[in-house]
């Protein structure tokens, strides 16, 4: 078994079929077919389930896979860490509510301290962030929640809260007592499935037995903050999201005393992948800006990448 199987392999899992899989590799249809048919012969196990012309990875296939992005994640490290580092580049990943309200603030923050770091970005869900990362396709990560990979490594760096708003002299707003419970009377407008503000509701609403089917899922914080402005519906939604129209008085928020509702920003990375000097300071930067400390020790590094 090669690198080159398993590059193969990988390709053809995720173009889900021989045909795109050759067209992308540059390959011929035959050369690649063959190639998993040797896999399935050389591990013993059906690899894909073949129905109606297409393919369909088996448990034992989802399994390869897992271990073989892995194993290709780390022959990508061995070959960056072989070379001299030379590469300023740093591509961040983000959830939606971290890219749209503070990511903004740390990478002026960051073009501030190294004017010369090419910073990429890609803002999805925590869960694709998530994939991302375990698919080398980001350094590092910034999301809600927790992660579910044992091959990523969370570190908190900052807390916020979600908080309940409703349209302005909504009748939530004038009950003594606001449960979880009483949510479920009103139309609800979440966030996707897969974020992390969808995935701390969902589980505070588990814990209590309470069951529940939103009138919207939006991936979009601004669709739902306007939907509840026009009176559509109630809304949960981290506090930071919701700051500017909660001041301009366009939502109201309606207290709950519901603590699962605490929940921590964290910076994530693969255990098994190098950072390059430059990632590390921009991890290292972030902190710094959200822990409101003076990151005097970036300056000599600063001035060394200045050069």
């Given at each position: ?83 001299q580092e030379t590469s300023n580049d740093v591509c961040i990943g983000t959830s939606i509510t971290i890219g749209s309200h503070m990511l903004p603030g740390y990478v002026k923050r960051i073009k501030e301290t190294y004017p010369h770091f090419n910073i990429g970005v890609r ?185």
């Open positions: 078994m090669t690198i080159r199987h398993l590059n193969i392999f990988v390709c053809v899992y995720r173009e889900k079929g021989i045909t795109a899989a050759a067209k992308k590799l540059y390959m011929a249809q035959p050369a690649v077919s063959q190639v998993i048919k040797d896999m399935e012969r050389y591990y013993n196990v059906p690899l894909f389930d073949r129905i109606s012309r297409k393919l369909y990875p088996t448990a034992q296939g989802q399994k390869l896979y897992r271990y073989a992005v892995d194993i290709l994640s780390r022959c990508d490290n061995m070959e960056e860490a072989m070379r803002i999805n869900s925590s869960e694709t962030v998530e994939k991302m990362l375990t698919e080398n396709v980001i350094d590092f990560g910034l999301i809600e929640g927790q992660v579910h990979s044992q091959n990523i490594h969370s570190e908190k760096f900052a807390v916020d809260r979600l908080v309940i708003i409703c349209p302005p002299e909504h009748k939530i707003t004038g009950l003594k007592k606001v449960t979880l419970s009483t949510l479920t009377e009103y139309p609800l407008l979440l966030r996707e499935p897969g974020s992390g503000a969808r995935e701390i509701f969902d589980y505070a609403m588990h814990i209590r037995g309470l069951s529940y089917e939103p009138a919207w899922e939006s991936v979009s914080t601004q669709a739902l903050v306007n939907g509840v402005k026009n009176g559509l519906g109630i809304s949960v939604l981290p506090e930071k999201m919701v700051e500017e129209d909660v001041g301009k008085k366009n939502v109201s928020v309606v207290a709950v005393n519901e603590k699962s509702f605490l929940r921590e920003y964290h910076i994530i990375t693969h255990k098994h992948k190098h950072l390059s000097n430059a990632a590390n300071s921009v991890i290292e930067l972030i902190k710094a800006v959200e822990n409101g400390t003076e990151p005097g020790s970036f300056t000599s590094l600063a001035a060394n990448y200045n050069r």
